[in-house]
């Protein structure tokens, strides 16, 4: 009894004591600063990945031998390593063999996180694709349009219903694959928040924090993705 | 206007179509009959380059479709199907389905396609169904959209592959009058259907298929009173009694 009294000090030292607390609190800009630099990384990986997902998917679809084959080839390539070993690369081997090439921290964030699930949403862009009968193709083409055009016009304003709530869970885990960029001094939210961790060893209350900035922006988009699950059975 | 050269199609190792040849003149109805699995819908598809012919060359409005690259997405603004399974667009609305590829295919302007797109909804009695969604619409009121939407590309050619097949027997008839109706005026039409009583009414010409092969081919008299084989003979005994 007197024991659990004396743990009581607590809050007066130890990993998670109020000092901890307080130094974390009115130090609290730099975990903004951080939360905005992923929110960057991560609209405009979000932004890159959309694009490359979407192009590959459509690829992997064509009648076409070749693209689908590229479409492929990227799929199992990302999918098939760590992300980390993509960003290092880009880091770390790329300035070796293009010595005067200089990309921002945030750029080597942006590629990363935007080709690694430019390939996952490839995969959720096809099977919409393929989700959406063969007659539609074939109208389309029968009135003259393109293969693209008809993609564009007919097939994936359809598939994009179908295939939302699997994007919307890329887009928690590519916020969440963010914080990699901590490891190469990246200034996001993970990054932030390790480095004034380490200073004065108040990891306790600021991995809490950290974390939940992250949850705070996962859970809405998490929400939204089973929203629109909801909606796309009730349809 | 359409001309099909020693066509021949397989899937693996089923034959669908056998060195078939045929010529249809412009403002023919062509009217092709024939039992399920006969290859007349593939025979159709080869028309549009819906399915590409294995050998054999498919010769439409003067252009050899199955040449090198052929402009086969232009002929097609020419030649506009109808399908067993309507395949209108789900997400547009009736306007928008009978406007969208005037637009953007043809490069025809909106207002003048929405202009042509009510007056061949009246034609085919829907002018009210405009703002709807194909899922509001009935299996014949959506064929008959989907023959505006064909109207609409001013076709030279239309293709119908079993227009009624898919539709509860009393809308039948509302689609079959719209297609007879077309068939009075001087487009070339190829039509795939089970339905006698339209081959007898609209076609200038049968023909009857069985096994990828033409059996049968002339006027609709010849076919229902004096056809040639015992396989036609055959059929028309268990289609018509």
């Not at chain 1, 490891?183 to 600021?206: E, K, N, Q, V």
């Not at chain 2, 078939?20 to 028309?47: A, D, F, H, M, Y």
């Not at chain 2, 009210?128 to 619409?137: C, G, H, N, S």
């Not at chain 2, 059996?215 to 076919?223: A, K, R, V």
Request: aromatic share 8%; hydrophobic share 45%; with cysteine.
């Amino acid at each position: 009894m007197s024991e659990l009294l004396a743990n009581i000090g607590f809050l007066q030292e130890g990993p998670f004591s109020v000092p901890r607390w307080e130094a974390l609190f009115s130090n609290f800009g730099v975990l903004v600063d951080g939360a905005l630099v992923t929110l960057l990384v991560a609209s405009l990986g979000l932004a890159l990945a959309l694009a490359l997902g979407t192009a590959i998917g459509v690829m992997s679809t064509s009648q076409w031998r070749v693209p689908r084959a590229f479409a492929r080839g990227y799929v199992e390539f990302f999918q098939n390593t760590p992300l980390l070993i993509q960003v290092f690369m880009i880091y770390n081997a790329l300035p070796i063999i293009y010595p005067r090439l200089f990309i921002p921290v945030i750029a080597i964030g942006i590629m990363g996180v935007g080709m690694y699930h430019g390939a996952y949403i490839a995969e959720v862009v096809r099977a919409g694709i393929q989700s959406i009968g063969r007659g539609q193709l074939e109208a389309a083409v029968s009135q003259g349009f393109s293969y693209v055009g008809a993609m564009r016009y007919i097939i994936i304003p359809q598939a994009m219903r179908v295939v939302l709530p699997p994007l919307t869970n890329q887009a928690v885990n590519l916020i969440k694959n963010t914080s990699v960029l901590a490891i190469i001094a990246g200034g996001d939210l993970m990054y932030a928040g390790d480095s004034f961790a380490g200073r004065f060893g108040h990891y306790g209350p600021t991995y809490i924090m950290v974390g939940l900035i992250y949850f705070l922006m996962c859970f809405p988009l998490a929400m939204l993705a089973r929203r629109l699950e909801e909606r796309t059975r009730a349809a | 206007m359409i001309k099909l050269v020693d066509v021949s199609k397989h899937f693996g190792s089923h034959e669908a179509l056998k060195h078939v040849n045929l010529e249809v003149p412009t403002g023919q109805k062509l009217v092709i009959i024939g039992p399920s699995g006969s290859g007349k819908s593939t025979l159709i598809r080869c028309i549009n380059m819906l399915e590409k012919p294995s050998s054999g060359q498919v010769i439409v409005d003067g252009v050899d479709l199955t040449a090198l690259r052929a402009p086969v997405a232009k002929v097609r603004q020419q030649v506009a199907m109808v399908f067993q399974q309507f395949n209108l667009y789900p997400h547009k609305t009736v306007l928008e389905n009978i406007t969208l590829a005037p637009i953007v295919v043809c490069g025809v302007s909106r207002d003048e396609a929405t202009e042509s797109a009510y007056k061949y909804l009246d034609r085919v009695g829907l002018r009210e169904k405009a703002d709807k969604y194909p899922a509001q619409l009935s299996g014949g009121q959506q064929q008959r959209v989907a023959i505006a939407r064909a109207l609409n590309m001013h076709p030279k050619i239309m293709l119908f592959d079993e227009p009624t097949s898919a539709l509860d027997p009393e809308m039948i008839q509302e689609v079959l009058e719209v297609i007879i109706d077309l068939a009075h005026g001087g487009i070339t039409m190829v039509v795939v259907t089970h339905e006698m009583g339209f081959a007898k009414e609209a076609a200038d010409r049968v023909i009857f298929l069985d096994d990828g092969l033409i059996l049968e081919d002339g006027t609709p008299e010849h076919f229902f009173e004096n056809p040639q084989h015992d396989r036609t003979k055959l059929f028309l005994s268990k289609i018509l009694r």
